[in-house]
C-alpha cells in the first residue's frame, strides 16, 4: 500500500477535491446519488466499482465535462459550477487527464502529441516545448520515442505516452480512467510504480478510476467503492479489503451478486407468466 509524503507539521491536508450532495444523471435517469467525496491533497485515491456503478459519470463530472444537477464539486478550492468560461479555462490548466484508450492523434508523432497542450495553452517557442516533451518522456521512461508514430507504439507504451501528455503542463491534480485497462500484468505493474513515482516526485493529487482489484490495493491512499451510483465505502486498503459489506467482498473475490435463476422460473419469464 502505498502512503501520503510525510510533511513537518502534523496539519490536516486541505482537500483537492470535495464533492458534497451530489446527483447527476441524464435525461430522465439520475446516475449518481447524493454522494459526498474528498480527495486530499498530495493523496491518491482510487474509485472502484463494477459496470453501471457511475465511475464513468463521476469521473466526466470530476474533470469538468458535466456539472452536477444538485450538490456541489470543489476541484483545487473552486466550485466548478461557480465558474464563467475563463475561469474554467483556468482551472483546467491545472488538471491532467490520461484517458483509457491514450487518445493519441494518429496523425502526429508522439512528441507532437505531447507538445499539444502546450502549444494551445503557452506561449512558449518551439525548442522549450521541444525540451518539456523529452523531459516528460523521460518521466514515462520512453526517452528517445518522441519521433515514432501512436501506431507504432504497443499498448502499455501508448499509456505512458499519454501519461507524458497529461503532466506536461505539470498539474495540481492528475486523473486516470482505467489505467491498466488491456495491458498484461507485468506491464500493468510497471504502470501502477510510475504512478507511484509521480506522486513523489511530482507531488501530485491523483485520481485513479479503475476496476482492478490488485492494482487498487498496491497504489491507493483511500479506496471509494460505488456501486449503483451510491458510496458504499471510502476507506484504506485495509479496511475495505476487511469491510463486512456484501457487495464489496463480491467485487473483491469476484462473486456473483446474482440469484441463480431455477429453469420453471426462466420458462415462466419466457411465457410472460412470471
Sequence with gaps: MSTLPQTQTSAPRAAAV??????????????????????????????????????????RLLIGLELP???TLSLLGHETAR???????????????AFQGGALFSSMSV?????????????????????MARLKLEVVNLSGFGDLMPAELS?????????????????????FDEPSAGLDPIVSAALDELILRLRE???????VVTHEVESAFKIADRITILDRG???????????RNSSNERIQNMLNRRSAE????????????????
Design 18 to 59: 470535495e464533492v458534497r450532495g451530489l446527483c447527476a444523471g441524464y435525461g430522465d435517469t439520475q446516475v449518481l446519488h447524493d454522494l459526498d467525496l474528498e480527495v486530499r491533497e498530495g493523496e491518491i485515491m482510487v474509485i472502484m466499482g463494477g459496470s453501471g456503478s457511475g465511475k464513468s459519470t463521476l469521473l
Design 69 to 71: 444537477r444538485v450538490g
Design 83 to 97: 465558474l464563467g468560461p475563463v475561469e474554467m479555462l483556468d482551472l483546467r490548466r491545472k488538471l491532467g487527464v
Design 111 to 131: 512528441a507532437e502529441n505531447i507538445k499539444l497542450p502546450l502549444r494551445e495553452h503557452t506561449k512558449l517557442d518551439e525548442a522549450t516545448m521541444d525540451i
Design 155 to 175: 499498448g502499455g507504451m501508448l499509456k505512458r505516452a499519454a501519461i507524458a501528455r497529461a503532466i506536461v503542463m505539470d498539474p495540481r491534480l492528475l486523473f
Design 201 to 207: 516526485a511530482m507531488g501530485m493529487t491523483i485520481v
Design 230 to 240: 451510491r458510496i458504499l465505502e471510502i476507506g484504506t486498503p485495509e479496511e475495505v
Design 259 to 274: 440469484e441463480p435463476l431455477e429453469p420453471a422460473a426462466y420458462l415462466r419469464r419466457l411465457t410472460g407468466n412470471a
